[in-house]
Structures are given as structure tokens and as C-alpha cells.
């Protein structure tokens, strides 16, 4: 029997968010029905809401969430109801040619729930990453479903779901840090914090963060930024450079997502660096850089998609590494909020006061 649960939806560009009560229809093949314990209110819920992504609206916002599997359809093998879950937007489906080469992280025929989560008057909902889980409950494709120790809390677990996720792969999958390595990361907000903590995971030695606030600088120290540049005081390049003996750092990760500051991130390298793009740019945005550099300081220029992760193997390690005492994912979470409470939280991240409002059911 389809299930009534409350929702927060962006019905228009640029408008507030409201708490609505949706109509969840029973699972279809391949598809569950998980009972959402945290969601995490992410940039991109409020690119939703202001009409970035596209204009399918209204949408049901919220993707960084964790919960536990209440039913399931036909055909699911890989979660039953009762395991505890982290909700994942690239359900990899095994087949397309990213997947056949063995490079599923870039599936480029991931999966969603086919049936439709509806506002009471029967119209349709477009969940936010296919996950849609500022609700009580949602439906997703049983592939979205990642299970992990449920040792650990939903309101951190969630956060793997989408940009603490992004940030330690960008660190670690995409940009390669390793042991004794140099980094340098350009924006210090969730992703980039997360990036600096993935540094620090893989075994980095000179860890720098660069941001415009001081008091997201301070927080970087707390993830493991051995140096910290403020970038209004500073030039960034040289002054990354006079950190790694006049070379430059081994990676550096733009978390911020403009051409400013990616060709900061370009400059700020050593030769044969490499330079990766996760923050996420607007569609008017280019870079304009001489070509002899691309070619004459060589190395790799890249850009992360979700960290480059596969959930299957990623989120259970880094929930370990978590309950281990190594990845202190609890210094994300500035406050927890509830249901009606995302747009305030949405004014709060823009402002730069939290690095992550979750909500808890």
C-alpha cells in the first residue's frame, strides 16, 4: 500500500522550501523503500532549489542520508529490510562500458527508483539525486543502497552519502595522495575539509589549506592541514610554492570550482603535479591558460566525479575507519536540525557558518 510520509519540496526557482505531506508508492523490481534516519543539507539541495541543476521541478530535496531498509521489490538480493543503509546517487549497473572495462567509479548508465514519489495531489516528484530523502521515507533503486556496520550514527554515516564522500575520494581515488606526498586544498568547506582528511588518511605529509575565511581555516587544522593560506592575504601559488621548497605540491584539489581558482590549482603544482577539479562550476564559466603550460608543466589535470568512488567498497571502509577512531567524521556535523528546519540551515550554509546541518528524523 502506497505510504504518506512528510517531504520538503522546492516547488519554484529561488522560493522557499516547504514541509508537504508525500504519497511513496510500494517498491517496484529492483527498488526499496528505506526509512531515512539522517540526511545531511548539502550545496546542492540548494542548487536544486535555485533552479542549477535543471527545472524539473517540484523537487524533493535531500541526498546525504542514511537509514534502514523497510521493504524491498522484487528481484532484490543485495539489501533486505532491516539493514542499515547509506544512500548512494550512482547505482552502478554493471553493464555499460565504464563497467565492462573495469572502471565502474565512471558508470555512465547509473540507476534510480522508475516509480514515482508524489505530492498529495498526484503530482509527480523529482527526487534530488534520484534519492529525494528530506522525508521520512523514500524509494530508491535497491543499487543506492549501500550497506554498512550500523555501529556507526546515522547523522555521520549520511555525510558519505554525497560531499565528505567527494572530498576523500578526490584526495585518495582521483588525485592519487600518497605517503609523503604534498597537497594543496584550494576552498575549505565540507568537500574540502574531507579531502584534507582523506590526505591525511593516505599518509600526506605537507597538508595546506587555502581559504579566503579564517575560521574555515581553522577548521581545516582540525582534519589535518599542517599549514593554512588565506588566500585574501596571500598569492596562493607562491605562496604553496614557498611551502614545498619552491616546487610546488604533488596534488592540488580546486573544492571550490571557479576559474580563479582552478588556475590557481594549475599554477600551485609541481611539474608533472596534479591538479583536480571537484568543486562544481556553473555552465557560463571557462578558463582561458596558455597552451605552452599545459603542455610544459605536464602531469595530469582531472576532474572528480563523487570522488571517483565505488560505494560497495568505499563507504563500508570509511565507515570502519570511522569507528576505528580514524576518520573523524563527527567534526562535520555543526548542528542537527529537523524536517522543517532545511531552509534555515540552507541560509547557514551559504553564509558560511556550518560545515554541515543534518537533519535527524
Not at 531498509?69 to 562500458?97: K, M
Not at 530508491?140 to 550497506?147: F, I, R, Y
Not at 596558455?290 to 570509511?318: E, H, N, Q, T
Request: net charge negative; hydrophobic share 40%; charged share 20%.
Amino acid at each position: 500500500m502506497p505510504q504518506q510520509v512528510r517531504g520538503v519540496v522546492a516547488h519554484s526557482k529561488g522560493k522557499p522550501v516547504s514541509l508537504e505531506t508525500i504519497t511513496i508508492p510500494d517498491p517496484g523490481p529492483g527498488e526499496a523503500l528505506v526509512q531515512v534516519q539522517a540526511c545531511g543539507v548539502c550545496h546542492t539541495d540548494l542548487h536544486y532549489r535555485e533552479g542549477g541543476i535543471n527545472d524539473e521541478f517540484p523537487f524533493l530535496l535531500g541526498h546525504e542520508a542514511a537509514g534502514i531498509v523497510e521493504s524491498v521489490g522484487e528481484g532484490v538480493t543485495d539489501v533486505v529490510p532491516g539493514d542499515f543503509v547509506i544512500l548512494n546517487w550512482r547505482a552502478v549497473d554493471g553493464t555499460c562500458r565504464a563497467c565492462r572495462r573495469g572502471e565502474p567509479w565512471y558508470c555512465f548508465s547509473t540507476h534510480n527508483a522508475t516509480r514515482k514519489m508524489t505530492l498529495a495531489s498526484g503530482q509527480e516528484l523529482s527526487p534530488a539525486l534520484g534519492i529525494g530523502a528530506f522525508a521520512e521515507k523514500t524509494l530508491v533503486h535497491s543499487g543506492q543502497c549501500t550497506k554498512v556496520n550500523p555501529a556507526v550514527a546515522p547523522e555521520v554515516a549520511g555525510l558519505l552519502g554525497c560531499g565528505v564522500m567527494a572530498g576523500i575520494g578526490a584526495a585518495i581515488n582521483t588525485g592519487g595522495v600518497g605517503r609523503g606526498d604534498s597537497i594543496a586544498v584550494i576552498g575549505c568547506g565540507g568537500v574540502g575539509d574531507a579531502a584534507i582528511a582523506g590526505a591525511k588518511l593516505a599518509g600526506a605529509s605537507t597538508i595546506i589549506a587555502v581559504d579566503t575565511d579564517h575560521r574555515k581555516l581553522r577548521w581545516a587544522t582540525e582534519f589535518g592541514a599542517t599549514h593554512t593560506i588565506n588566500a585574501r592575504e596571500n598569492d596562493v601559488v607562491e605562496a604553496v610554492k614557498a611551502l614545498t621548497g619552491g616546487n610546488g605540491a604533488n596534488v592540488v584539489i580546486d573544492a571550490v570550482g571557479r576559474p580563479e581558482t582552478f588556475t590557481q590549482a594549475f599554477y600551485a603544482r609541481d611539474l608533472a603535479g596534479t591538479a583536480v577539479l571537484v568543486g562544481v562550476p556553473t555552465p557560463e564559466m571557462t578558463i582561458d591558460l596558455p597552451l605552452i603550460d599545459v603542455f610544459g608543466r605536464g602531469g595530469a589535470v582531472k576532474s572528480s566525479w563523487y570522488g571517483d568512488c565505488l560505494p560497495s567498497r568505499d563507504f563500508p571502509m570509511l565507515v570502519d575507519l570511522h569507528l576505528q577512531g580514524r576518520l573523524p567524521l563527527e567534526k562535520f556535523v555543526t548542528e542537527t536540525v529537523g524536517l522543517d528546519d532545511v531552509e534555515a540551515a540552507f541560509a547557514k550554509m551559504h553564509s558560511g557558518e556550518v560545515l554541515r546541518s543534518v537533519v535527524v528524523m
